[in-house]
């Protein structure tokens, strides 16, 4: 498929989309709190006691529009982290911004296996009932949109999401560009029914533990 990255594209504001999407997101967080509670609650003990100090870590992220918010997820580094992350720099295996060590030192034992079963992105249920972020969309980045190309731009124009397309594509360790042509394939043919088959194909992935880290 051939994609048109046109960065200043207008596309007209579908309202019955967004509030079942919306109500999708609302639906389905409140149907596994239930159940993600507990497990959550077993996942904040157990990174405590192999590294004590916080638990979540709440980090900043790139949202809809360009707005910061805080993206929360189990921590599953060391507490000093970011201030190691300067020694490993030059292990780095994508493009800067974007920092990937496939073996991190700076992970924890426990954080291992949250990071391979994905368990460590149950806080973010929190996000997407604060509205900040949806089941579905573009992975929020950590690094500010200023350092966006224009044609980066594009990604902004809807929510961000704990899962999206790039996920369930089988191509985890991709540089940010190639990530976002499949973000604007995503913008561009977006619908409940992609959704919903994102969804699905995610506990797949995850079933699998193919592409954590």
Known sequence: MQLTLNPVQVRPVRTGYLLTKRALDLGICLLILPLA???MAVCAALVWLDDPGRVIFPQWRTGQGGRRFRMYKFRTML???EELKSQYIHLNELTWPDFKIGDDPRVTRVGRVLRKTSLDELPQLFNVLKGDMSLVGPRPTSFDASTYQLWHTERLEV???ITGLWQVSGRSDIDFDERLKLDIQ?????SIAMDLWILVQTLVVVFK???AC
Request: glycine letters at 12%; aromatic letters at 6%; proline letters at 12%.
């Open 37 to 39: 509670l507990p497990l």
């Open 79 to 81: 507490t000093n982290a």
């Open 159 to 161: 929510t961000p999401g």
């Open 186 to 190: 995503y913008i561009e043919q977006q």
């Open 209 to 211: 533990c193919r592409g």
